[in-house]
């Protein structure tokens, strides 16, 4: 039996590059190019403008351990998930709309780069398998400061790095040896889809960037002997209904951009959220009939490796944000 392989940011943090690599992340904070919005604001000064809202620090809107993601990545303790507030896409049909889009009356706790590897070594102490950023990709820069802490202070688990694949390269290229597990979207196949519905400009060209330096950096996925995910890129898909995803399309982009040995994850969980409600053609749920057509597109691709939902999976995954505690265990 071999060793388990160590996190990959703990040989960073044995060499103190890891430090370094959280100053070279906070820089890209003024004028801020985190992400491929590049919208220039002074993050750094305490600004809250652009899309994400986000500012100096980071808002938490929950930890706890998630026992509904994959199999390999909430193995039988759950993932030690960070679920942090603000996105620099807009959803319309956002699953976690209520910390993820502007307009909720509750602030939710903005922490310090302390407070943040505090809670990351709080998770570890209730035996979670990883610690899981889910939407890090606007507050990049808080997380690895505070990752860097957490490695100093004894954490050892994996780092899972959830997010909505909208990612700048300067970032992600900082990211190298840091990250050991990327769960990825892959939102869309198709550009006007993807500014129409979340509001994201040239949407494929920066998420297949992202996919592919992803890949380079850590591979296909590697699971340990428990099963659960190692290192390695997993990348999601969300069906949408009447084919507002372009599913095929994207599917046959993973396997040729990225690789037909990558693993996905191609989810049926899509039910109308947020503002889906008041658009016609994402106002349903999924049709059985849709769902095997996508089945059959996973098929035609050639990407064998991953996970497939259940069609009734829209009726589990319902998280509440404003009951408090942890959002999927009420």
Partial sequence: MSPEPRPCYLDL????????????????????????????????????????GAG??????????????EPVISGSHGAGTLFFAGCN?????????????????????????????????????????????????????????????????????PLVYNSNGYEGLEALRLLDGVVDVYLPDLKYGDDALAARYSGATGYLEHALSALREMRRQVGDLVTGD????????????????????ATRAALRLVAAEVGRGTHVSVMAQYYPAHLAPRVPLLS???????????????????????????????????????????????
């Fill in 13 to 52: 943090a044995a060499r103190g590059e890891l430090h370094e690599r959280a100053r070279a992340l906070v820089a890209l904070l003024r004028p801020c190019r985190v992400c491929p919005r590049a919208c220039g604001v002074d993050r750094l000064g305490g600004s809250t403008d652009g899309r994400c």
């Fill in 56 to 69: 100096r620090l980071a808002q938490l809107a929950s930890s706890c351990a998630h026992r509904g993601e």
């Fill in 89 to 157: 896409l807009r959803c319309v049909f956002c699953q976690n709309h209520v910390i993820s889009q502007p307009g909720r009356d509750r602030a939710w706790p903005l922490l310090n780069a302390a407070d943040l590897a505090a809670a990351m070594l709080a998770l570890q102490a209730q035996g979670v398998h990883n610690i899981e950023l889910v939407s890090p990709s606007h507050v990049v820069p808080q997380a690895v400061e505070a990752l860097a802490l957490a490695a100093e202070g004894g954490l050892t688990l």
């Fill in 226 to 245: 428990d099963g659960v995910a190692r290192r390695g890129l997993l990348v999601r898909h969300l069906v949408l209904p009447s084919d507002l995803a």
């Fill in 284 to 330: 349903r749920p999924l049709r059985p009939r849709e769902y095997e057509q996508v089945l059959e597109w996973l098929d035609e691709a050639g990407l064998e490796h991953g996970f497939v939902q259940e069609l009734e999976a829209e009726s589990h995954y319902r998280p509440d944000f404003d009951r408090g505690g942890h959002p999927f265990e009420g």
